[in-house]
């Protein structure tokens, strides 16, 4: 109600490679989001902790399992973030609220998943029918299946690039429609 902005500034000080994070549970709204995002201005930290369009660089997220970033929050943005599962089945990351006129963003990040054992799932997964989520300047590879599966409203998936899956974008649900572009 007070129109603040939760941000999570993630560091580069070595892989964070503890259990999986799940954001849920908050009230959020179109002015009062929950940001999680690795720092890049000088009136934010001394020097940037993003990554240089590489996985090994910048701040980095690895997990064995699935759904290494669980989110029910409504509005939330993650940005800069670099994602690599060393698990060959389920999810990377898994956006769903259910609340209606939510708003969901991943941007500036890399996700990398592991091909060895054909991954069945996706690495990016959309579970809510009434929902938005918008993807954009993201690289997505390496995860076998699907890189981006979604059963949501309404998908904006702009300037990303997938590699390495069998299908980069995939429409798991009737009712979901996805606009995308390069």
């Given at each position: 109600?007070?129109?603040?902005?939760?941000?999570?500034?993630?560091?580069a000080?070595g892989?964070?490679?503890?259990?999986?994070?799940?954001?849920?549970?908050?009230?959020t709204?179109?002015?009062?989001?929950?940001?999680?995002?690795?720092?890049?201005?000088a009136?934010?930290?001394?020097?940037?902790?993003?990554?240089?369009?590489?996985?090994?660089?910048?701040?980095?997220?690895?997990?064995?399992?699935?759904d290494?970033?669980?989110?029910?929050a409504?509005?939330?943005?993650?940005?800069?973030?670099?994602f690599?599962?060393?698990?060959?089945?389920?999810?990377?990351?898994?956006?769903?609220?259910?609340?209606?006129?939510?708003?969901?963003?991943?941007s500036?990040?890399?996700?990398k998943?592991?091909?060895?054992?054909?991954?069945?799932?996706?690495?990016?997964?959309?579970?809510?029918?009434?929902?938005?989520?918008?993807?954009?300047?993201?690289?997505?590879?390496?995860?076998?299946?699907?890189g981006f599966?979604?059963?949501?409203?309404?998908?904006?998936?702009?300037?990303?690039?997938?590699?390495?899956?069998?299908n980069?974008?995939?429409?798991?649900?009737?009712?979901?429609?996805?606009?995308?572009?390069?």
């Open positions: 109600t007070s129109n603040y902005i939760l941000n999570f500034p993630c560091y000080d892989d964070d490679d503890a259990a999986a994070v799940n954001v849920n549970s908050w009230t709204g179109k002015r009062n989001y929950i940001k999680i995002y690795t720092p890049v201005l009136s934010e930290v001394g020097a940037s902790q993003r990554h240089n369009g590489t996985k090994d660089t910048g701040y980095r997220l690895t997990h064995s399992s699935a290494m970033l669980t989110t029910s409504a509005h939330i943005r993650i940005e800069g973030l670099v690599e599962q060393s698990s060959t089945s389920d999810n990377i990351l898994r956006f769903g609220s259910g609340a209606a006129g939510n708003d969901q963003r991943l500036y990040s890399i996700l998943g592991n091909p060895a054992g054909g991954n069945t799932s996706s690495l990016i997964y959309g579970v809510d029918t009434s929902g938005v989520v918008r993807m954009y300047n993201n690289i997505i590879y390496d995860g076998g299946s699907r599966n979604t059963t949501c409203k309404t998908n904006y998936v702009y300037n990303n690039t997938f590699y390495n899956l069998d980069g974008i995939n429409i798991y649900d009737s009712g979901a429609t996805v606009y995308a572009k390069n």
